[in-house]
């Protein structure tokens, strides 16, 4: 693996099916399936590590937002990456871009409405990412939702030539899923936590079981985080995949999406349902077997 720090290094460094996963660095299992779903599926594999300003708010954590590189490079290289991508602040804005992406009402709802302006920083960097880079693939997580409608919506209507490949959540071997912010939780808020997935999980049983009335599976989550102490709930909506608009019945592809505050960090989770003609698919993610590479630091 080779760490490089321009557009220009990365395309010299590629050759063949290019796949892209980008990231913010400080990585975990999440990130790492990633990296192994690219590398099964290309002839280069880059990822990048960014941390990008401009989906931060005013009053978020981009000053503590957690950073390792000498780790990142380790976990990367470990993970299959040809090519990882460092870029300074410079690289990625010579200029303050004033272009901006236009989302529309994908936003509206949930993080959207909740941070102001964060996915107008995503869609620039990561459509910077995919112009400077021109991957084939690019595989995001399922557990940003919403990020995740973002882009695959913005790739059909800027007409990127790239498939964009939603990778399961990755969870710890008690449910939590995995999020570089846990390493901010205590052991009281770690306990506490569990609290979004059990109640997610409860959701996705009773969707097996046949209930499909949003609210009925929003008071599910709801009910759980509620029996747990030290958690400030944000939402628990049930919301279309590709608009990202609240649905009241589970009939077509759908997340049940959970933010809180527990403790001082904001955590934020989901299940995903397919829909078919006969019957529900569930993707609660995919449960570590051991430890998580966080426990390492």
């Known amino acids: 693996m080779i760490t490089v720090a321009t557009f220009a290094d990365v395309r010299a460094a590629s050759a063949g099916r290019v796949g892209l996963a980008p990231t913010m660095g400080y990585l975990h299992d999440g990130h790492l399936a990633l990296f192994r779903a690219a590398r099964a599926g290309s002839d280069t594999v880059v990822a990048s590590v960014f941390v990008n300003p401009l989906q931060f ?26 090519v990882l991508f460092v870029p300074p602040a410079e690289e990625m804005y010579p200029v303050l871009p004033k272009i901006s992406v236009i989302i529309g009402d994908l936003t509206d709802h949930f993080e959207g409405a909740r941070r102001p302006g964060h996915f107008a ?16 693939g690019a595989f995001f997580g399922r557990k ?18 790239i498939e964009i490949v939603p ?16 390493r901010f939780l205590t052991a009281d808020d770690r306990r506490s936590a569990l609290a979004l997935s059990q109640g ?5 049983a009773a969707v097996e079981a046949g209930e499909r009335a949003g609210s009925a599976l ?68 995919d449960i570590l077997t051991g430890p998580s590479v966080l426990e390492d630091v």
Do not use: H
């Open 167 to 182: 990778v399961s959540t990755v969870r710890e071997a008690d449910g939590l899923a995995l999020s570089s912010r846990n």
């Open 218 to 285: 929003e008071a599910m989550v709801v009910d759980a985080v509620g029996a747990a102490a030290g958690i400030e709930l944000e939402y628990a909506a049930l919301a279309d995949a590709e608009t990202v608009q609240p649905l009241s019945e589970l009939t077509r592809d759908a997340f049940l999406a959970v933010a809180a505050r527990v403790g001082e960090t904001r955590l934020i989770d989901n299940v995903a349902f397919s829909v078919g003609a006969d019957s529900v698919t569930v993707d609660r993610g």
């Open 57 to 82: 708010g005013p009053n978020e954590d981009l000053s503590r937002y957690p950073r390792d590189l000498e780790r990142d490079q380790r976990l990367a290289e470990q993970a299959g990456v040809d």
């Open 200 to 204: 997610l999980f409860a959701a996705a």
């Open 121 to 136: 920083g995503v869609a620039v960097v990561v459509a910077k990412l995919f112009a400077g880079i021109q991957p084939a």
């Open 144 to 161: 940003d939702a919403q990020q995740l409608a973002v882009v695959r919506r913005m790739t059909v209507d800027l007409s990127f030539p």
